[in-house]
T-cell receptor, first 114, second 113 residues
């Protein structure tokens, strides 16, 4: 079966702009979570969605937001981009978000802010 | 609260040698523990996970890890390193109803010929 699909793979944006990243989970999976990976901070949890509801949110400013659609696809949005937002953004797909089933990651979107 | 400490940001071994990557965790609830591998410009691939069924967990590519509650450890091992094992390895903990993984800082494994 198809894996987790993240689009686009690479993105270059200018400071102050906004960006939307997309994640399509594995078919049948209803939980999608997002992580930011940077050399300095490592992998940090952004938020998790299940059946269109955000169940948990990490410690990020309000410029970072997300949503999930009825088909479980998810998008995350970053407004007013800053240089420090340059990172690899990873999406994880899970059957129900529980630890027992685990999480499958996509290949990520590499965002560069200039 | 949960946290993970990976001892050694960089480990270098010779091809054919034992691989040992260390992970210690802290968790206020029974933990679920994971090891992921990341190759350059790729996402995270699950190597193995501990979900309380068995303390010795076997994963893909010959890797295994042992859960030791008394030591709060979940070290990753492989008897014989291969060049293709060169990558970054992440230990992660989850548990309770927080629906998230908490990762360690990662260990970069270099395999020398």
């Amino acid at each position: 079966k198809a894996g987790v699909t993240q689009t686009p793979r690479y993105l270059i944006k200018t400071r102050g702009q906004q960006v939307t990243l997309s994640c399509s989970p594995i078919s049948g999976h209803r939980s999608v979570s997002w992580y930011q990976q940077t050399p300095g901070q490592g992998l940090q949890f952004l938020f998790e969605y299940f059946s269109e509801t955000q169940r948990n949110k990490g410690n990020f400013p309000g410029r970072f937001s997300g949503r999930q659609f009825s088909n479980s696809r998810s998008e995350m949005n970053v407004s007013t981009l800053e240089l420090g937002d340059s990172a690899l953004y990873l999406c994880a797909s899970s059957l129900d978000g529980s630890s027992n089933y685990g999480y499958t990651f996509g290949s990520g979107t590499r965002l560069t802010v200039v | 609260a949960q946290s993970v400490t990976q001892l050694g940001s960089h480990v270098s071994v010779s091809e054919g040698a034992l691989v040992l990557l260390r992970c210690n965790y802290s968790s206020s609830v029974p933990p679920y523990l994971f090891w992921y591998v990341q190759y350059p410009n790729q996402g995270l691939q699950l190597l193995l996970k501990y979900t309380s069924a068995a303390t010795l967990v076997k994963g893909i590519n010959g890797f295994e890890a042992e859960f030791k509650k008394s030591e709060t450890s979940f070290h990753l091992t492989k008897p014989s390193a291969h060049m293709s094992d060169a990558a970054e390895y992440f230990c992660a903990v989850s548990g309770g109803s927080n629906y998230k993984l908490t990762f360690g800082k990662g260990t970069l494994l270099t395999v020398n010929p």
